[in-house]
């Protein structure tokens, strides 16, 4: 009782900063189109989209709201994929700086 309680007050905590997390996102968006060294940061800002979207799901899941596994297995290697590629492109970035 007291466990399925806590479980269910940290998941709506999680979507609350998963929000949180998808707006501050957005407005970095919004910053990183203006400086062209922030390219790569495009890429990581969609990874904490994804996230976001990820933590509302796993909710959902939690209150038995919605269940799908497809969804919350594909969208993590998404995250991972996406994430690789935004580090060698900020190597990338940062070769160009250092010459």
């Known amino acids: 009782m007291v466990t399925s309680y806590l479980d269910g007050v940290l998941q709506i905590a999680n979507v609350f900063l998963a929000i949180i ?3 501050i996102a957005v407005s970095l968006f ?4 203006k400086q062209k060294h922030l390219k790569p940061w495009r890429s990581l800002i969609i990874c904490l989209i994804l996230f976001a979207i990820e933590e509302i799901f796993g909710a959902l899941y939690a209150f ?4 799908h596994p497809f969804i919350t297995h594909l969208i993590p290697s ?3 994929i996406v994430l690789m590629y935004v580090l060698f492109s900020q190597i990338e970035v940062s070769e160009k700086w250092r010459i």
């Open 21 to 23: 997390a998808g707006i």
């Open 30 to 33: 919004n910053i990183s189109h």
């Open 64 to 67: 038995n709201i919605y269940a």
């Open 78 to 80: 998404i995250i991972l």
